[in-house]
Every structure is written in C-alpha cells, then in structure tokens.
C-alpha cells in the first residue's frame, strides 16, 4: 500500500494550493479518505474527509475555503485549498480507513497513511 503526496509549497495568505495524493495497493474505492495536519507542537487533527461517494466533512477552520474530492477511477485524492491562512501552516497527510461510523476524524480510524507534503503560508 502506498499513499504519495504532492502539491505542497510556500504561499501567501489569501493564496491557493492543491494537494493530490496518489494511491496504490489496495481496492482505493472501497476506503473512505481523509486529509489531515499536523503543525509543530499541536496534534494531528482532521481537516476533511470523504466517503466513497463523494459525502464530505470539512474541520470549521476550513470550511468554505477548503474542497476535497476523489477521483475512483484514477485512484487520486484531492484538496484545493483557496485563501489559505498562516494558521493553516502544517504538514498536511492523506490518509485512508475501512468504513465504519462517519465522519472519520480520529487519525486512530486511519489504516494507511502518506508522508506528508508541507504547506507554508507566510508574507
């Protein structure tokens, strides 16, 4: 199983970054998804997860400016994040889980998981 990261970088407040992860190893469609960070110091905390059919959570922190979605037949998750904050400066993870209750936000429900890719938002 493998999950990989990628579309991380340094950006200014107001700006925009989409993150996609790529996953290989298992039957991708049959796992929720979920994205989560993780800043220095703080704990891992879920931003947003999906079901297999496209039903969504979003953290308060994010919702309206953060979108996620998954793509079944390539096997990609995605997160578009527009007007980012210094605040949402993390390590952002893509992680996958069996089903079970919903919405998912404990990072202990998490089976697989990505390395990381690092958002920065800084002036």
């Known amino acids: 199983v493998q999950l990989v990261e990628s579309g991380g970088g340094s950006v200014q407040p107001g700006g925009s970054l989409r993150l996609t992860c790529a996953a290989s190893?298992?039957?991708?469609?049959?796992?929720?998804m979920g994205w989560f960070r993780q800043a220095p110091g703080k704990e891992r905390e879920a931003v947003a997860t999906?079901?297999?059919?496209?039903?969504?959570w979003y953290s308060d922190s994010v919702k309206g400016r953060f979108t996620i979605s998954r793509d079944n037949v390539k096997n990609m998750l995605y997160l578009q994040m527009n007007s980012l904050k210094p605040a949402d400066t993390a390590m952002y993870f893509c992680?996958?889980?069996?089903?079970?209750?919903?919405?998912?936000?404990?990072?202990?429900?998490?089976?697989?998981w990505g390395q990381g890719t690092q958002v920065t938002v800084s002036s």
């Open positions: 190893g298992y039957t991708f469609s049959d796992y929720y």
């Open positions: 999906i079901k297999r059919v496209d039903v969504t």
């Open positions: 992680a996958a889980s069996r089903v079970g209750l919903w919405p998912r936000l404990n990072p202990t429900e998490y089976n697989y």
